[in-house]
């Protein structure tokens, strides 16, 4: 009598229908020294597209967190690292002159009571550490609940359901040690100078370019022979393909580090991305992608 019981109970768990989707709308605004949050609103979506089984995020990724707390017994129910458009902006030398504000948001599936939304931020120690917080209750009756405004759709590569797969998701791993080899020099030699040198000669043509309003076939061209030159130059390093801690990295010439001399993220040359880089992405995607049960 028993199996019957268990397959019973299993079927009626399978066929528990998704939890709604809930938006929080937010303002993320300061500057290289100061930052700020300020609530904008609450949107109720259609079904929750993640995956029920991988609620709360062990990557360890991004540099900002998002938690979702249960207001009363302060439950962990849901969460997930991020990075953002402000979290760069805030390290350009724009953001030392000036304030800005930018429109974020964070989604997670509709809880049944209050909860309490926790973000955070990175730290001195690396160790994240609250920024703000904002109480949601799903019966406020000033959520949007009007739904997505109807648009047609169509598949353009259809891979499964949404809770088990993923489109594209990018992230930025925050430690590579392990994967540097022994003996690799730390910081890693690679023709910094040489690199520095061209890009600010190519910035100087593509200046001159601009201000004789020259035909933009010459700014192609220019590209594409930055591309070239900028990819030999960065495979003869004597390091040239392997992971260390190269100067150079965050839109600073000194004081920042890059996994390896070359990636996507760092130049446009056609490249994959990085070791490092490659990593984050199949870990973040095996957040969402793995099977259930399956290691990390």
Same mark, same amino acid.
């Given at each position: 009598m028993i199996a019957p019981v268990v397959i019973l109970v299993s079927a009626a768990v399978a066929a528990a229908p998704a939890p709604r989707t809930l938006r929080l709308d937010y303002l993320h605004t300061g500057s290289a020294t100061e930052e700020r949050f300020a609530f904008d609103g609450l949107v109720l979506e259609g079904p929750w597209p993640g995956p029920p089984d991988r609620l709360v995020d062990d990557t360890n990724l991004g540099k900002y967190l998002y938690e979702v707390r249960d207001r009363k017994s302060?439950?962990?129910?849901?969460?997930?690292?991020?990075?953002?458009?402000?979290? &760069?902006?805030?390290?350009?030398? %724009?953001?030392?002159?000036?304030? #800005?504000?930018?429109? &974020?948001?964070?989604?997670?599936? %509709?809880?049944?009571?209050?909860? #309490?939304?926790?973000?955070k931020k990175r730290g001195r120690g690396n160790e994240f550490e609250e920024a703000w917080s904002v109480s949601v209750d799903p019966a406020d009756p000033a959520i949007d609940r009007s739904g997505p405004s109807a648009a047609r759709a169509w598949a353009v590569i259809e891979s499964g359901e949404p809770r088990d797969k993923v489109d594209l998701l990018l992230s930025q791993a925050a430690k590579w040690k392990d994967l540097i080899a022994p003996g690799t020099p730390l910081p890693t030699p690679w023709p910094k100078e040489a690199f520095e040198a061209a890009q600010r000669e190519i910035q100087e043509r593509r200046r001159r370019i601009r201000a004789e309003k020259r035909p933009e076939q010459e700014m192609e061209a220019l590209f594409l022979e930055e591309r070239e030159r900028i990819t030999k130059l960065l495979a003869s390093g004597p390091h040239a393909g392997k992971v260390g801690a190269f100067e150079g990295a965050l839109y600073?010439?000194?004081?920042?580090?890059?996994?390896?001399?070359?990636?996507?993220?760092?130049?446009?040359?056609?490249?994959?991305?990085?070791a490092v880089c490659r990593r984050a992405i199949e870990r973040v995607i095996g957040l969402y992608a793995r099977p259930a049960g399956a290691g990390r």
């Open positions: 302060d439950t962990l129910l849901y969460s997930r690292g991020f990075a953002s458009i402000y979290g &760069e902006w805030e390290t350009t030398g %724009e953001a030392k002159e000036r304030s #800005r504000g930018f429109s &974020e948001s964070v989604r997670f599936p %509709e809880p049944r009571q209050p909860v #309490r939304v926790v973000l600073e010439a000194k004081g920042y580090y890059r996994p390896q001399a070359d990636c996507i993220m760092f130049t446009r040359d056609q490249l994959a991305f990085c």
